[in-house]
Nanobody, 117 residues
Framework: QVQLVESGGGLVQPGESLRLSCVASERVFGSDIMGWYRQAPGKERELVAHIGFGGATNYADSVRGRFTISTENGKNTVYLQMNSLKSEDTAVYYC???????????WGQGTQVTVSS
């Protein structure tokens, strides 16, 4: 199975930035979809952003214009650049990989992002 390891979370003040990274233990194919989800206390896990076939991206309305998802050429890595962070962004952020060829989803263990003054 594919192992996903997230990093980059932490405690920041409102308006500051963080960059999350997710490294996959196996090769990421061009047909795969990689994304970021988040879950706040007492809430269900929700999509933040994903990047799919051909590099097409999709963002939740709450983060569009502030967050950017990207992959690094030749590496099994996906990033989430988070700017202008708000307290509402506080959550555990999870990396996700969907293998289109096998229709299997893989999840990381999550990284905590806390935005507080």
């Amino acid at each position: 199975q594919v192992q996903l390891v997230e990093s980059g979370g932490g405690l920041v003040q409102p308006g500051e930035s963080l960059r999350l990274s997710c490294v996959a233990s196996e090769r990421v194919f061009g047909s795969d979809i990689m994304g970021w989800y988040r879950q706040a206390p007492g809430k269900e896990r929700e999509l933040v952003a994903h990047i799919g076939f051909g590099g097409a991206t999709n963002y939740a309305d709450s983060v569009r214009g502030r967050f950017t998802i990207s992959t690094e050429n030749g590496k099994n890595t996906v990033y989430l650049q988070m700017n202008s962070l708000k307290s509402e962004d506080t959550a555990v952020y999870y990396c996700n990989l969907k293998r289109i060829l096998t229709n299997v989803n893989y999840w990381g263990q999550g990284t905590q992002v806390t935005v507080s003054s």
